[in-house]
Structures are given as C-alpha cells and as structure tokens.
C-alpha cells in the first residue's frame, strides 16, 4: 500500500472517484471516511488548473485551501505539476 499503491491505479480504467475511495479508506492512515472523496477530487481538479489556493468546505464542517487538502489527504499522485513548479 501507500504511494506505490497510489501510482499504480492512477492513468488506469478504474474510476477517479473509485481510486480516491480506495486510497481514503484502505491506503490513508488513519482512514479518512468516504464522505471526503468529493472534496479530495474538488481539491485535485482545483490543483490541476492552477487554483490552489481556492477554499472548500469539508463535510466536517471546516474549511482549508485546496493544497492544504491535497496534502493533508496525501493526494500529490493524482496532481500534476505545472511549469510554475519548475
């Protein structure tokens, strides 16, 4: 498990939102409840197209930029740098 888990069902037919249920509840420690994958993909699309810094709100009620969901839900495989990054 872990990040080679990750790596290796990322670009695969299975489903986004499957791969981000699988890695929330049985490759994330501690498990994350599968309320969150919504917002773990809200905040990778948000990643992807430069707008990281957008607010969202977690079904907890709280609110965290989407980096800070990305790196707080371990989601950087599903990230794809841009030419800032370099």
């Known amino acids: 498990m872990g990040r080679m888990y990750a ?22 420690y ?3 409840h599968e309320s969150f994958v ?3 993909i809200q905040a990778i699309h948000a990643v992807n197209n430069c707008e ?7 079904p907890n009620g709280k609110e965290k930029s989407a ?11 599903w990230c794809y740098p841009s030419e800032e990054d370099f």
């Open 52 to 58: 990281g810094q957008t607010i969202i709100k977690m």
């Open 30 to 32: 501690p498990p994350v």
């Open 7 to 28: 790596e290796g069902i990322v670009g695969t037919e299975i489903s986004l939102e499957q791969q981000i249920r699988w890695h929330l509840k049985g490759n994330h």
């Open 38 to 40: 919504d917002v773990a």
């Open 67 to 77: 980096y800070g969901i990305v790196e707080g839900l371990h989601l950087d495989t």
